[in-house]
T-cell receptor, first 112, second 117 residues
Framework: KQEVTQIPAALSVPEGENLVLNCSFT??????LQWFRQDPGKGLTSLLL?????REQTSGRLNASLDKSSGRSTLYIAASQPGDSATYLC???????????FGTGTRLQVTL | GAVVSQHPSRVICKSGTSVKIECRSL??????MFWYRQFPKKSLMLMAT?????????EQGVEKDKFLINHASLTLSTLTVTSAHPEDSSFYIC?????????????FGEGSRLTVL
């Protein structure tokens, strides 16, 4: 059974700092990995999708890496802004089970 | 593109009543949609996979008769919480994958907050 863990559970940083969120998964036989953002009481916004054959994906100030063999992914946020405050979720898609398994989430607060 | 809409966004009902939540793909067709449940400060748990024109596939531990899922068209799936009780109060989110997109790339609705009194 796939299990996805995110560390830290919560993080508070001052504006302008670069930061790294971590995601680990137990079954490396994944099809892809996605990072999402969730604002309080809202749905999910897809940030980045990394296929299993890829090492990283970039979008603006965001960079996600994937090390499938070790079961790890990181989300790097450069020059953080208060608007980045949200919960960040990683999720892995396991092709054999055809389902997306979500991590526990990291609650990020960027302060002025 | 790839917009998923849920309705209602919030619903409050009395214990014992049934509540229907709609999930629509606005600009694409979706053979498969997924329903998730999220408890406060917790991650999303897959409840069931909704298949257009056939029965939904439920995850272990999810009561089929409590959570009725109907996927009547390629753009609409509904989740009905029957005889709702306070423990059914939760945030329900649906998602869908547009045909032709990379497998596993899901787009999510805004969620529906159910409160059962």
């Amino acid at each position: 059974k796939q299990e996805v863990t995110q560390i830290p559970a919560a993080l508070s940083v001052p504006e302008g700092e670069n930061l790294v969120l971590n995601c680990s998964f137990t079954d490396s036989a994944i099809y892809n990995l996605q990072w999402f953002r969730q604002d309080p009481g809202k749905g999910l916004t897809s940030l980045l999708l990394i296929q299993s054959s890829q090492r990283e994906q970039t979008s603006g100030r965001l960079n996600a890496s994937l090390d499938k063999s070790s079961g790890r992914s990181t989300l790097y946020i450069a020059a953080s802004q208060p608007g980045d405050s949200a919960t960040y979720l990683c999720a892995v898609y396991t092709g054999t089970a055809s389902k997306l398994t979500f991590g526990t989430g990291t609650r990020l607060q960027v302060t002025l | 593109g790839a917009v998923v809409s849920q309705h209602p966004s919030r619903v409050i009902c009395k214990s014992g009543t049934s509540v229907k939540i709609e999930c629509r793909s606005l600009d694409f067709q979706a053979t498969t949609m997924f329903w998730y449940r999220q408890f406060p400060k917790k991650s999303l748990m897959l409840m069931a996979t909704s298949n257009e024109g056939s029965k939904a596939t439920y995850e272990q531990g999810v009561e089929k008769d409590k959570f009725l899922i109907n996927h009547a068209s390629l753009t609409l799936s509904t989740l009905t919480v029957t005889s709702a009780h306070p423990e059914d109060s939760s945030f329900y989110i649906c998602s869908a994958t547009p045909s032709g997109r990379k497998t596993g790339e899901l787009f999510f609705g805004e969620g529906s907050r159910l409160t059962v009194l």
